[in-house]
């Protein structure tokens, strides 16, 4: 058994399994209709399902939105995700369920109302939750992947900004011993291991889906297996809080949710930040780059100690900067080109558009490494 956290590594075991599977065929609308009125027969008798429509975006779930009529209420929208049977992540919907009850009134965040955990009734695993309105960029943002590059713009930087801080903020200080996260484990045995449990769930997570060897992607494991650092403090982490992953009101700047925790784990809240400062997710204007769109680095990271209480050390924050580009990878030149090449998700042509900025990723940690050799 891999050593890291032992909900992970349960998870590590039955994606092998699923490998052999012949594969995935996207679900038809028709199907889902099918799925859908058989699941609230039983759950909600009397109701009705109308307006099914499959969402775009994403890179690993099947997500539709539809209209609930349950008898005596009015109607309302919803979300279902379904998992696909691999993607460019591997996640759980009982742990994606418990972090956003967890979190109902400490920052925005759509509320799941119903968990397939197991697939008894939906293909595969399974979440249902409120449509919550929103957009995840301006409309003046043009065609582009949803958080990649990203640009806010003014006013709405502006309107932004106060919220993102204060809302990570709320993330990274919650009080996770008080919330029954029984889906999640812990990291208390030594001030490394939360660490040391996400770098080993990640390097088995290359190694079985390195498509390509690359010798810097060697070189990055074995830095970031002798430089862990201490995690005094664990918290929750969110594991992809930026410009793209929560929705707001355009016209006021408004966040009305916060979107994708399914990569959340309880851990060192500078991976969070040095996720941030990856350069795809921020924009570069005028030779600026300002992290998700919202502040230069310096400046956000000021702004981020002031909301949060929680002092940036330097050290750490490199460290998770490495790990970060280490593990987008992991993701995009990994997990989402074997899920591509094994044809085992609805996101293919995604997919392997996301595999072409894996040079990107290897040009990122070769400097980096370089940056560390040379102090």
Sequence with gaps: MIDTEPQLAAMLEARKARRALPPYIPQADADVAALLASFFARELPGS???????????ASKEQFVFTLAAPGEDPRRYVLRMDALEG??????????????????????????????EAAHFPTPAVIMEFVPGVTKPQTDGVSVT?????????????????????????????????????FTAPT???????????????????????TREPVLRLATQWLEDHVPDCEAPCVVHGDYRTGNYLFDEASGR???ILDWEM?????????????LQPVFGSCIDGVFRVSDIAPRDEWIAAYEAASGNRV??????????FNAWKSYILVSALGMQAARTAHNHQDVLLTFLAATGPMFVDDLARLLMMEESR
Aim: net charge negative.
């Design 147 to 183: 958080g990649l590059g990203t640009v806010l713009g003014d006013p709405l930087r502006g309107l932004i900004a106060p919220q993102y801080y204060d809302n990570l903020a709320r993330i990274h200080n919650f009080d996770w011993t008080k919330a029954g996260l029984t889906q």
């Design 88 to 117: 460019i992540t591997e996640t759980s919907r009982a742990r994606e369920y418990e972090i956003l009850k967890a979190f109902a009134g400490v920052v925005p965040v759509p509320d799941p109302v119903w968990l397939d955990a």
């Design 255 to 257: 966040i009305t949710a």
């Design 313 to 322: 050390d330097p050290v750490k924050l490199h460290y998770f900067t490495v």
């Design 264 to 276: 959340s784990y309880i851990g060192d809240f500078h991976a969070d930040l040095g996720w941030l």
């Design 48 to 58: 009705s399902v109308s307006g099914i429509a499959r969402i775009g975006g994403g």
């Design 189 to 211: 045995a030594d001030p490394k291991q939360a660490t040391r449990w996400l770098i080993n769930f990640w390097k088995e997570l290359l190694e079985q889906d390195a498509v």
